[in-house]
């Protein structure tokens, strides 16, 4: 791919299908309410898995281009991470222990990898689970993909200061053993005080029967882009979740059919089902404010200004 020199301040955007997202329209007036003057984003898509050529092509391209000043990596934040650690003069904490990227910023002439997503799925997280949830009810936590998006939502939920709010018992499925392998090396690194299995998938059957099993109030996830960059759904439509549960679809585009799965049993089995779309503001936000070295608030007045800005945004 040949990268043509960014000619204004820009933020590229790493993705599979980047111009179908709504930050397309909701990054310039985000820009605008934010004084960011004459900012753009760029999309760069790559198929999932590309080859390790295209992420370091990619990451020199904006290491050397001097108005582009940074990225948003979605989907490819392992596998840039692997393919392109080298190039980076700086490896924050949570990338270095996650092995991923879903950031990339420049620091005083620096290239800098970045991982936000334990801040962005964390403030998402907060949002809707109620305090005490795992403490009070004894639920456990199920996501189905095991890529960088469960990383750091594990690596949330099972932090030791939240004393007795955790999951009782954590399950990670995904159909890539290896996937599996690199979560599990993560979690040995985090000591975990409760249980984790991890669960290769041959098929959606597999995603069923481990729900099946699940506690009342449990937290269940679709971390597989499924439903977004890919149609369908990690679950059959036979898959019945457990009474009180959450149900996470980390999108917000797509055809969401686990969004709707989990919808048509809402009411009879008293679920509490939510779209990826706060996790998309924090997710963004986060980025932002580390490449246009900015300050954007994630609460209050000043966060539902921004969330009022993207819908409004992404309806035009």
Same mark, same amino acid.
């Given at each position: 791919?040949?990268?043509?020199?960014?000619?204004?301040?820009?933020?590229?955007?790493?993705?599979?299908?980047?111009?179908?997202?709504?930050?397309?329209?909701?990054?310039?007036?985000?820009?605008?309410?934010?004084?960011?003057?004459?900012?753009?984003?760029?999309?760069?898509?790559?198929?999932?898995?590309?080859?390790?050529?295209?992420?370091?092509?990619?990451?020199?391209?904006?290491?050397?281009?001097?108005?582009?000043?940074?990225?948003?990596?979605?989907?490819?934040?392992?596998?840039?991470?692997?393919?392109?650690?080298?190039?980076?003069?700086?490896?924050?904490?949570?990338?270095?222990?996650?092995?991923?990227?879903?950031?990339?910023? +420049?620091?005083?002439?620096?290239?800098?990898?970045?991982?936000?997503?334990?801040?962005?799925?964390?403030?998402?997280?907060?949002?809707?689970? =109620?305090?005490?949830?795992?403490?009070?009810?004894?639920?456990?936590?199920?996501?189905?993909?095991?890529?960088?998006?469960?990383?750091?939502?594990?690596?949330?939920?099972?932090?030791?200061?939240?004393?007795?709010?955790?999951?009782?018992?954590?399950?990670?499925?995904?159909?890539?053993?290896?996937?599996?392998?690199?979560?599990?090396?993560?979690?040995?690194?985090?000591?975990?005080?409760?249980?984790?299995?991890?669960?290769?998938?041959?098929?959606?059957?597999?995603?069923?029967?481990?729900?099946?099993?699940? +506690?009342?109030?449990?937290?269940?996830?679709?971390?597989?882009?499924?439903?977004?960059?890919?149609?369908?759904?990690?679950?059959?439509?036979?898959?019945?979740?457990?009474?009180?549960?959450?149900?996470?679809?980390?999108? %917000?585009?797509?055809?969401?059919?686990?969004?709707?799965?989990?919808?048509?049993?809402?009411? =009879?089995?008293?679920?509490?089902?939510?779209?990826?779309?706060? %996790?998309?503001?924090?997710?963004?936000?986060?980025?932002?404010?580390?490449?246009? +070295?900015?300050?954007?608030?994630?609460?209050?007045?000043?966060?539902?200004?921004?969330?009022?800005?993207?819908?409004?945004?992404? +309806?035009?």
């Amino acid at each position: 791919m040949t990268y043509a020199p960014a000619t204004q301040p820009t933020l590229h955007f790493i993705g599979v299908t980047t111009g179908q997202s709504s930050i397309m329209k909701v990054f310039p007036a985000w820009a605008a309410h934010l004084g960011l003057r004459d900012a753009a984003i760029r999309g760069i898509d790559f198929p999932p898995h590309a080859e390790a050529s295209a992420y370091r092509d990619a990451v020199e391209f904006i290491r050397d281009d001097p108005l582009s000043l940074g990225a948003l990596v979605t989907t490819h934040k392992i596998d840039l991470f692997q393919a392109a650690r080298d190039l980076f003069d700086v490896v924050d904490p949570h990338a270095s222990l996650m092995g991923e990227t879903s950031c990339i910023s +420049k620091r005083d002439g620096k290239l800098v990898c970045h991982v936000k997503d334990p801040i962005s799925s964390g403030l998402a997280i907060d949002g809707f689970l =109620e305090p005490g949830h795992f403490a009070r009810t004894g639920a456990e936590f199920f996501a189905m993909g095991a890529g960088g998006s469960t990383i750091a939502m594990t690596w949330h939920l099972m932090r030791a200061d939240r004393g007795r709010d955790v999951p009782s018992r954590v399950v990670v499925s995904d159909r890539s053993a290896h996937r599996l392998d690199e979560i599990r090396a993560v979690h040995r690194q985090m000591a975990p005080a409760m249980p984790v299995e991890y669960v290769l998938v041959d098929t959606s059957t597999t995603n069923d029967e481990i729900l099946r099993r699940l +506690k009342p109030g449990s937290f269940v996830v679709n971390a597989t882009g499924l439903g977004k960059d890919v149609p369908g759904s990690p679950l059959t439509d036979r898959a019945l979740f457990p009474q009180e549960a959450i149900a996470w679809d980390l999108n %917000y585009r797509g055809d969401l059919v686990f969004l709707e799965q989990a919808r048509r049993q809402a009411a =009879e089995r008293a679920l509490r089902v939510e779209d990826g779309w706060t %996790y998309f503001l924090h997710g963004w936000t986060q980025v932002i404010a580390e490449v246009f +070295k900015t300050p954007i608030p994630t609460s209050g007045a000043g966060f539902d200004a921004i969330s009022d800005i993207a819908i409004r945004a992404a +309806k035009a």
